[in-house]
Antibody
């Protein structure tokens, strides 16, 4: 069974950088499209971007986001800089079967709060 | 504001049939991109219910079905059960945004 697990700080100060890592089990990180999706409290889902052999970002976040893959560790990572309170959300790492989405496996999610 | 529009809430009695609409445009659903549906139970991560417009992954009851026509898609739940109370999201691809887009989400309540 494919398993995804997010890790990283649960609290980030305003203007600093949010960094999360997703560890993938029972699936090759070299295949599939690996995405980050977030959900602000009480709100809907927002796609942040995916990393594959290339990257693609949500235009609304593109200037602040960097996604990367570490094939040696079977992990992928998210960096979001210059965060504000509006970036407080549950962040999910997700496997996509295509670049059009088709998200078939999700991590449990990790809550990140932006506050001083 | 979400690119794909869903009704905020839908309710029904146990055993009834309910449908959730997902309205897009000619840059996403209308451009023949596939639609996916996800169910999010309270306090949990979403899980895929429907992929490629009308296909169910193994383990998803056949009470759930999806369809697509023009710039819209629909999720139908027949024989509504208490365990179906959850939030439901549609998802597709938008070529104007060059990325994945989600619907605004619909909360299903079982009366």
């Amino acid at each position: 069974q494919v398993h995804l697990q997010e890790s990283g700080p649960g609290l980030v100060k305003p203007s600093e950088t949010l960094s999360l890592t997703c560890s993938v089990s029972n699936a090759s990180i070299s295949s599939y499209y690996w995405s980050w999706i977030r959900q602000s409290p009480g709100k809907g889902l927002e796609w942040i971007g995916y990393v594959y052999w290339s990257v693609n970002y949500n235009p609304s976040l593109k200037s602040r986001v960097t996604l990367s893959i570490d094939t040696s560790k079977n992990q992928f990572s998210l960096r979001l800089n210059s965060v504000t309170a509006a970036d407080s959300a549950v962040y999910y790492c997700v496997r996509g079967r295509s670049n059009y989405g088709d998200f078939d496996y999700w991590g449990q999610g990790t809550l990140v709060t932006v506050s001083s | 504001q979400s690119v794909l529009t869903q009704p905020p809430s839908v309710s029904g009695a146990p055993g009834q049939r309910v449908t959730i609409s997902c309205t897009g445009s000619n840059s996403n659903i209308g451009a023949d991109y596939d639609v996916y549906w996800y169910q999010q139970l309270p306090g949990t991560a979403p899980r895929v219910l429907i992929y490629d417009n009308d296909n169910r992954p193994s383990g998803v009851p056949d009470r759930f079905s999806g369809s697509k026509s023009g710039t819209s898609a629909s999720l139908a739940i027949t024989g509504l059960q208490a365990e179906d109370e959850a939030d439901y999201y549609c998802q597709s691809y938008d070529h104007s945004l060059s990325g994945c887009v989600f619907g605004s989400g619909t909360k299903i309540s079982v009366l």
